[in-house]
């Protein structure tokens, strides 16, 4: 699940188990709601995993896996950090499905299935 609002995602975090990983995008990780949704992951003892352009940061120092996207431009909040996440994103999805094989495979099925149903 994905949630965008702080509140949410501290309800989500809290609800997470061991067995699941808690995937955190930032590319300054320097929000202090971040430390507090990492706190509260931590707790549970579920893996975090985080995309981040700062491997200084608390949160990146916090990650069980960690994920640059680095790019070099002034501004840290550009369409071209949104591309590097969105790449490292893309490239875990695909490492995933190939790992899930024919269950990765049906499961693609029924989304697009969903989207574009046989007349």
């Known amino acids: 699940t994905v949630a965008t609002d702080g509140m949410i995602q501290i309800m989500h975090a809290s609800l997470l188990e061991k067995e699941d990983l808690f995937i955190m995008i930032s590319q300054s990780g320097a929000a202090d709601m971040l430390m507090r949704l990492v706190h509260v992951a931590k707790q549970g003892r579920v893996p975090i995993a985080v995309i981040t352009g700062n491997r200084l940061t608390g949160l990146a120092k916090a990650a069980d896996y960690l994920f640059l996207s680095v790019c070099h431009e002034a501004n840290p909040e550009t369409v071209a950090s ?38």
Do not use: C, K, N
């Open 82 to 119: 949104r591309i590097a996440q969105h790449a490292i994103v893309q490239a875990v999805y695909l490492s995933l499905s190939r790992r899930l094989g024919e269950r990765g495979r049906a499961a693609e099925d029924r989304i697009w299935d969903a989207f574009f149903p046989e007349p």
